[in-house]
Every structure is written in C-alpha cells, then in structure tokens.
C-alpha cells in the first residue's frame, strides 16, 4: 500500500512528488512514455523563475527528478497502463506490476496536436514549436508561420509580432474560427499576414528550418514559402484516456477540478496541462502539482482522524 501514486513525470508530477516527499508520504512517480513531458521538448526555457541564463527543457526535468528522489519519490520508468479509481484503495497497473495507494494524483498532461507532415518530428526545436511563450523570443526579427486558425492560433500569432518581424498565419479555409475580437485584432495588425484556403505538406530545411511546401486546397497550387520558424497551433489532446469513465472530463477531455486540484472522485487529485486547457506553461504546472501533493497530505490525515492546519 502507497500513500500516493503520481502517474507522470513532468513539472506538474514532480513538484508533487517533490512536496509529498518532504510530507513523508513515499511517493511512487510513475513516469510514462515521456519522461519530463512537454517541457523537455524546449530547447531553452528562458521564464522559468531562477534561471536567468535559461536552461533547456530536459535538464530542468533532470534537475526536478534529482530533488524529488532526494526527498524520497521513488521512480518507475513504466507505462501504466490501467487503473481503478472508484474504490478507496486505488489500483494502478503497469504492464508487469500492480500497485495499491490512498491518493492517486493525475500529471499525465497534455499533447500538442501535430500537423503529421513530412519534417514535422525532425525540426522541433530547430524551428517548429507547438509554443509561443517558450520559443518565441528565438524568432526575434525573423519570419514565422502560424498554422491554424482558432482562438490559439491568433492568440499565439498576436504574441510572436512582439518579437517577430512578420507573423503569417496560414489556415485551410477562407475564414477564421477564433473569436470576433482576436480576428479584429489580427486582421488589423501591421505585422500579420494571411494565407487561405492553404495546407502545409512539408516543412524543409537543412540543420534548421528554411522553407514549407504548400498547397492550396481550392486550386491544387503548390509554392515555396521561406521561413524560419513554423509555430503549430491547431489544438492540444489531454492524455486522460486511462481515466475516461472513472473521473469527470469536461467537453475536450480535460479533467474537471477544483480550485484546489480534487476530481469529482474522492483521494484522486489532477494537476498540469491534464486540468488546464488555457496557461499550459511549466510554472503553473509546477504551482498545481504543489497544491495536489499539500492536498493529498490533508486527505491522508483527515482519513486517519490526525489533525491537519487549515489553509
């Protein structure tokens, strides 16, 4: 028996593992297909409080992991790949292990939705990016590209001209499906261009990217669009298929929290981009894995009848 299961191992999942360690829970990181998550797929986090000089996405995930085992988490370098939830005692199974725990936490995040293309894979982190916030400051002066054309794309898009010299969005349509007031915005801005009723079928460079082969849906034109940097924004992908049934999803699959991180399903908490479709950045990650583990804490003792300070 666990005091506490935490199934992922990204900021959210180890500042958990973090905090419930120093709370003397032994805590069980579980850590999935992607150690780290999202974050090690940044080249240079440079707004992550501490690290003036920046740090790269992976060596912060070392950095979280080194402090929760010192603290005493215990790493599994697994896939889970069911679990019980409904029960007192949660179960959570690997491939070849079952576990038991009073307290499951969720990190299991979220993933960018990918456009599948041709050089899609082979130039992350050497021009595409699935954020703005993270890489767009690498595109000072530059050209890029937004691919999509939701609430995201032109939210993202309006945030590179800061540091971009021109920001082109390109969308398969002939309209947008943001918001009345992001288009407004958009349409507006000096440094924004549009491309319609276009796909992007292949993203080319050499040891960065250079250029995209497009094709207009309408037409069936192809043409060559220089580029430094293509920024995909067509939507992001909860990874809470283990849990549909089991914890209350709202409409796109996100787990439904409180403030202070409970799912509908008592001594299951959720924290990171798995109940946070809007921010998605490292930090707030990191701040609702501590509020899940702090949580988790008082749940252990209120069920053990022991005295827990009110916060």
């Avoid at 005091?3 to 500042?15: E, K, Q, W």
């Avoid at 298929?241 to 914890?247: C, D, N, R, S, T």
């Avoid at 699959?253 to 409180?258: K, L, P, R």
């Amino acid at each position: 028996m666990r005091d506490v299961i935490i199934i992922g191992s990204g900021p959210a999942g180890l500042t958990a593992a973090i905090y419930a360690g120093r709370a003397n829970l032994r805590p069980l990181v579980i850590s999935g297909l992607e150690q780290g998550g999202q974050v090690t797929l940044t080249n240079d986090l440079e707004n992550f409080p501490g690290f003036p000089e920046g740090v790269s996405g992976f060596e912060i995930y070392q950095l979280f992991e080194k402090q929760a085992t010192r603290f005493g988490a215990e790493m599994l370098y697994d896939v889970v790949q069911s679990v019980d939830l409904t029960g007192e005692v949660k179960i959570v199974k690997t491939a070849t292990e079952t576990f038991q725990a009073r307290v499951v936490i969720i990190a299991t995040g979220s993933t960018p939705k990918r456009l599948g293309l041709p050089g899609e894979d082979k130039y992350i982190g050497k021009g595409v990016s699935y954020c703005a916030t993270c890489d767009g400051f690498f595109f000072t002066g530059k050209q890029v590209v937004v691919v999509g054309g939701g609430n995201s794309a032109l939210d993202e898009g309006l945030f590179l001209t800061r540091f971009a010299e021109k920001v082109t969005i390109i969308h398969r349509r002939d309209r947008l499906r943001a918001d009345a007031i992001l288009q407004e915005r958009a349409l507006q801005h000096e440094k924004m261009a549009f491309v319609w009723d276009t796909v992007v079928e292949e993203i080319v460079g050499d040891t960065a990217v250079t250029h995209l082969r497009l094709k207009n849906v309408k037409s069936g034109e192809s043409s060559v669009f220089p580029v430094d940097g293509v920024f995909v924004f067509i939507g992001h992908k909860p990874n809470t298929e283990l849990f549909a049934g089991q914890v209350q999803l709202d409409e796109t699959g996100y787990i439904e929290t409180d403030r202070r991180t409970h799912t509908n399903v008592p001594g299951v908490l959720a924290c990171g981009d798995v109940q946070d479709s809007i921010y998605r950045q490292a930090i707030t990650a990191a701040a609702s894995g501590c509020t899940a583990a702090i949580e988790a804490e008082k749940y252990i003792a209120e069920n053990e009848g022991r005295a827990y300070p009110s916060r």
